[in-house]
């Protein structure tokens, strides 16, 4: 395993977890705690802002820069959280839903990648790997498949995770 392939993970690793916090940080500013699964979005939340935290100690650690996109993820993050939650809490747990089936792919590959070359790291992955599915889980039970043209919507947030997947890799 090379230095560069464990830089691209842990910038990209990183990058996700920042966009996920500002994901649900827009859907509860337009929320607000007493909508319906405003509990499971804030739960999901702390969970984010606990993957978040690990990866910037692995960045520090390893001394990896950020990716220079986080400013425009914390933009877009916060925006795509608060737009799908004005459509409605459906729509809010719809675009939790497809960001999540995108991330449990995405760190399931990377697991593949790593294969035995670093337990520790693999370890984590696999940790946040598991909690992503069960924000996935938690979304489709409260009703994302529900949400308004759910197809078109999900399909939209899944090839923009894509898309910034192979940015944050990148930049």
Not at 3 to 30: F, H, M, N, P, S
Not at 119 to 144: K, M, S
Request: net charge negative; hydrophobic share 45%; with cysteine.
């Amino acid at each position: 395993m090379t230095d560069k392939t464990i830089e691209r993970i842990l910038r990209v690793d990183q990058a996700g977890e920042y966009g996920a916090i500002r994901i649900y940080a827009g859907q509860l500013a337009v929320m607000g705690n007493r909508a319906p699964h405003a509990g499971e979005v804030q739960h999901m939340a702390e969970q984010e802002a606990a993957h978040l935290a690990r990866f910037n100690a692995l960045l520090a650690e390893r001394r990896v820069r950020p990716t220079a996109l986080q400013p425009f993820w914390h933009v877009a993050g916060f925006a795509l959280g608060a737009a799908t939650a004005l459509i409605g809490p459906e729509a809010a747990m719809a675009c939790t839903a497809a960001v999540e089936e995108e991330i449990d792919r995405h760190y399931t590959q990377q697991l593949d990648e790593l294969g035995e070359s670093e337990p520790e790291l693999a370890a984590t992955i696999a940790q946040f790997r598991d909690d992503e599915r069960a924000h996935r889980d938690t979304a489709l039970a409260a009703g994302a498949e529900r949400a308004p043209a759910y197809p078109l919507l999900a399909g939209a947030i899944r090839l923009g995770c894509r898309a910034a997947i192979r940015l944050a890799e990148r930049i």
